[in-house]
């Protein structure tokens, strides 16, 4: 059955646009409005028939459903994305349609793409329910895994994390919904960030030349970390790697020159790069001391995976401008997955502007999202070589 009939045949009055336009308008960068969408969320899966249940992390809803037989010779998919939001002006969870168009607070980071997302899982079990071992979905497991906390600061304690680890969430291959152009990014940068001191020379205000301004020096040594020798290296997906000076804090008092600057460097690195390099790079820099830093390696993923090559195929299906694999600039939850072992890419839909004034994502990706990944589920059976399994949904793990 084509992709396209099988959407149709289960028509719903709420789809991938109207399900997003319904998530803009929780404000999910608090946590109360995190914890009414995703009791919404819950409420939409099992009015389809597809049992949800919800895991508290930190005070916050974790969701997560599974279809397919229980078997441990069924390749399993997970799907994930996130709820969260980073804040935004009042009149951006008013969801507005130009064209082709949703504006929104998390049109495209990535409530437009969890949208599609939902409707696909929709899709899947509607599949498996109504056609059994006569579908080749019948030979695959997918687990959903919606969280709260993906564009949290809270690095190390993060849902996806955690659900990994404790073997929650286990599989064969994940794709986490970040948006992507409709593209396949098998690679992402990784992340340094580095909290550092400028150490100077305090005066009083009126005679600034009696002292060394901590302040002033902090932003000539952002200068010079971008002129560093790592700074111009690159990959086969990458140029270079980004640096952006994210905070700044010096100063005790109007009427002194700042003895002490604390700055905050993010660094995303390319694959092949050392961070413990570009570290002692920066600690070369006279009168500079690091605080603190953060790492998180690249995320790889070979071109040549069955399942990175079943979803680039499913995703050229839906027309021109798609599947292609590429390199992405920012990090994502991809990389709990990929630190256990198992293979995670970003896939999500097209747009522009996530966290700023202007956020969008194109209504007619989002369609194309939708039938890519029920395509892509339909064809793992067979790109993976695993024997259709009959059988009813499976429990919760």
């Known amino acids: 059955m084509a992709t396209a009939a099988v959407t149709a045949a289960y028509p719903d009055a709420m789809d991938e646009r109207l399900l997003t336009e319904r998530l803009v308008g929780y404000d999910t960068s608090a946590s109360a409005g995190l914890r009414a969408a995703g009791g919404f969320v819950k409420g939409w899966l099992e009015s389809h028939g597809i049992d949800a249940w919800e895991r508290d992390h930190d005070g916050l809803p974790v969701l997560l459903a599974t279809i397919g037989p229980e078997d441990p010779a069924v390749p399993t998919v997970i799907l994930h994305g996130h709820l969260d939001v980073v804040p935004g002006h009042p009149d951006q969870f008013t969801p507005e349609r130009d064209g082709d168009r949703l ?46 906390d993906e564009e949290s600061e809270q690095v190390d304690r993060r849902s996806t994390d955690a ?60 200068r010079r970390i971008e002129t560093l020798p790592f700074s111009r290296q690159s990959s086969d997906l990458y140029d270079r790697p980004s640096i952006n000076l994210a905070r700044i804090h010096g100063g005790d008092a109007f009427n002194m020159v700042p003895d002490r600057c604390e700055i905050t460097v993010d660094i995303r690195f390319v694959p092949g790069q050392d961070p413990m390099e570009i570290l002692r790079q920066i600690r070369a820099i006279p009168d500079v001391e690091v605080l603190k830093f ?104």
Not at 104 to 113: C, H, N, P
Not at 167 to 187: H, K, S, W, Y
Not at 309 to 333: I, K, P
């Open 163 to 222: 659900l990994v680890k404790d073997g929650t969430l286990r599989g064969d291959f994940a794709i986490t919904g970040e948006p992507t152009e409709l593209q396949i990014g098998v690679q992402a940068k990784g992340v340094l960030a580095v909290r550092l001191a400028v150490h100077g020379v305090s005066a009083h205000g009126s005679t600034p030349w009696l002292g060394d301004n901590a302040a002033l020096k902090a932003f000539d040594v952002f």
């Open 294 to 397: 953060l790492e998180r390696a690249p995320a790889i993923v070979s071109r040549s995976n069955p399942f990175v090559v079943a979803l680039r195929d499913a995703v050229a299906g839906t027309g021109e401008g798609a599947g292609m694999a590429v390199g992405r600039d920012g990090a994502s939850d991809a990389f709990a997955f990929l630190e256990a072992g198992i293979p995670a890419v970003e896939f999500g839909p097209s747009g522009n502007g996530h966290h700023g004034p202007e956020e969008w994502v194109s209504v007619e990706s989002l369609a194309r999202y939708r039938r890519a990944l029920v395509a892509f589920v339909r064809s793992i059976p067979a790109a993976v070589g695993a024997e259709p399994v009959g059988g009813p949904a499976a429990p919760r793990p």
């Open 103 to 148: 504006y929104g607070r998390g049109t495209y980071d990535m409530k437009g793409g969890l949208s599609a997302m939902l409707c696909a899982f929709r899709d899947c079990a509607a599949e498996m329910r109504d056609l059994g071992a006569r579908s080749p979905m019948a030979g695959v497991r997918v687990q959903l895994v919606v969280v709260p």
